[in-house]
């Protein structure tokens, strides 16, 4: 099963031990993107995987990152 993330830090987080091989079947991005470019996100997903009939998100609401998107999102 593939696993496709959306960490702040997933280096320091200890997810994953590199950006540039993160290992085993993990991948994505390290940055939180904007809700407009995750709607995009999740329509690729769908369309580089049309059969897929769940996906899964986990968010961390102590993290910084996750205040800091909270404040701006008012």
Do not use: C, Y
């Amino acid at each position: 099963m593939p696993i496709v993330m959306l960490a702040a830090d997933p280096v320091g987080d200890g997810l994953v031990a590199s950006l540039a091989r993160p290992g085993g079947n993990v991948t994505g991005t390290d940055t939180l993107p904007s809700p407009e470019f995750s709607q995009k996100w999740l329509e690729f997903l769908k369309d580089a995987a049309p059969r897929a009939s769940r996906v899964a998100g986990a968010h961390g609401a102590a993290r910084a990152q996750s205040q800091a998107r909270r404040a701006a999102d008012g």
